[in-house]
């Protein structure tokens, strides 16, 4: 274990790697606290198995439809985000029913999530890492 000295001494050697690090780390802060205040909670994938089970929520997939039909949610719908606005009202005829939003990565979910809202969908949930944070929750995709 590095003494307090040592780690003095790394650190006035290396300012700028600090200075980067400390960037990094507010970046990535800032990242979470402004997806907090706009897109409302971001569900994880084992919360979002329980809204899916519990509540029988309307899974969404505003992945373009190539890549949905590579893998997707069980009973998910393809609803690519260029085209929320126009069919937003197809989802469900009762629009206080939950709805799970994703993508790949979790991003483009987020102004979906806006979209939807918008659109008169009260209870809107992005998942949190999107499509890929589902597969690194070991949970199950389906092509069907």
């Not at 006035?12 to 780390?25: K, R, S, T």
């Not at 990242?31 to 309307?58: K, Y």
Request: with cysteine; proline share 6%.
């Amino acid at each position: 274990m590095p003494s307090v000295p040592q780690l003095l001494q790394f650190f006035q050697a290396h300012p700028y790697l600090f200075a980067m690090l400390g960037v990094a780390v507010a970046l990535f802060v800032a990242n979470e606290v402004f997806g907090a205040l706009t897109a409302g909670a971001r569900m994880s994938p084992l919360e979002a198995v329980r809204l899916m089970n519990d509540r029988e929520a309307v899974v969404v997939d505003v992945r373009p439809t190539a890549d949905f039909k590579k893998g997707h949610l069980l009973n998910a719908v393809s609803l690519p985000v260029a085209k929320i606005d126009e069919q937003a009202g197809t989802l469900a005829k009762d629009k206080s029913k939950p709805v799970l939003v994703y993508c790949a990565l979790g991003g483009s979910a987020i102004e979906a999530a806006k979209q939807l809202r918008k659109a008169g969908y009260t209870e809107v949930y992005p998942l949190r890492g999107g499509l890929n944070g589902w597969i690194s929750a070991n949970l199950p995709i389906t092509a069907k």
